[in-house]
Structures are given as C-alpha cells and as structure tokens.
C-alpha cells in the first residue's frame, strides 16, 4: 500500500551538512503533508519536521529552527531534508511519514515506517 524510503545519512563532523531524501511510492504523494521523525538511542521518536502539500507551509521543532529545511518535489514523490550546522544531539535515526498535525503535536499518517537512515554527528 505504502512505501517509504529513507536516504542521505552518514556521519559528519559538528557544523557540517547532509541532505536527506525521503521517496514514497503506493500513494498519492501530493495528496499528504510530510514530515520527518528522528529517533535517538534510548529515546522516543520525536517529530522534526513537517511540509503541507504544496510546499508553501513548514513547521520545524525549535532545536533544529533555523538550521534544518524540509522541502518536496511533488512530481518525483520525494521530501527533502536539508541540515546544516550539525551538532551531536542532531544524531539519530531520521524517519519520513504524512504528517498530521494535532493540536501542537505532529502524528504520523501512515500505518507503517520506512527503515530510516542513520545521521551520526562527531564533534
């Protein structure tokens, strides 16, 4: 029904950047808000990021306002997520999902997650 794979991650030094792509299959793309999800050790997943369905709203947690970017491209059914000026706390596993949003709480849409792509930030 639903397919999502996470791409991008790798290990940078504190201050540095990656990109990661988030590609989707089984649904209508367009049709769903995105988001991201990153899951440190020990830790709950906690939501990132997320992007309405046509690009023109964000919404970012504060530890990572100003740094992180998410965007999409619709007609490749793919959603981005640009990090600059890593530090160690942004190291996690980063998931991709629809994001809904309620209240001030960001709930992942789709029943099933992808495998996530590992971001490991030295300092």
């Known amino acids: 029904q639903v397919q999502l794979v996470e791409s991008g991650g790798g290990l940078v030094q504190a201050g540095g950047s990656l990109r990661l792509s988030c590609a989707a299959s089984?649904?209508?793309?367009?049709?769903?808000?995105m988001g991201w999800w990153r899951q440190a050790p020990g830790k709950e997943r906690e939501f990132v990021a997320a992007i309405n369905l046509s690009g023109g709203g964000t919404a970012y947690q504060v530890s990572v306002k100003g740094r992180f970017t998410i965007s999409r491209d619709n007609a490749k059914n793919t959603v981005y997520l640009q990090m600059n000026s890593l530090k160690p706390e942004d190291t996690a596993v980063y998931y991709c999902n629809a994001a809904r949003r309620s209240g001030d709480r960001w709930i992942a849409d789709f029943g099933s997650w992808g495998q996530g792509t590992q971001v490991t930030v030295s300092s």
């Open positions: 089984g649904r209508t793309f367009s049709s769903y808000s």
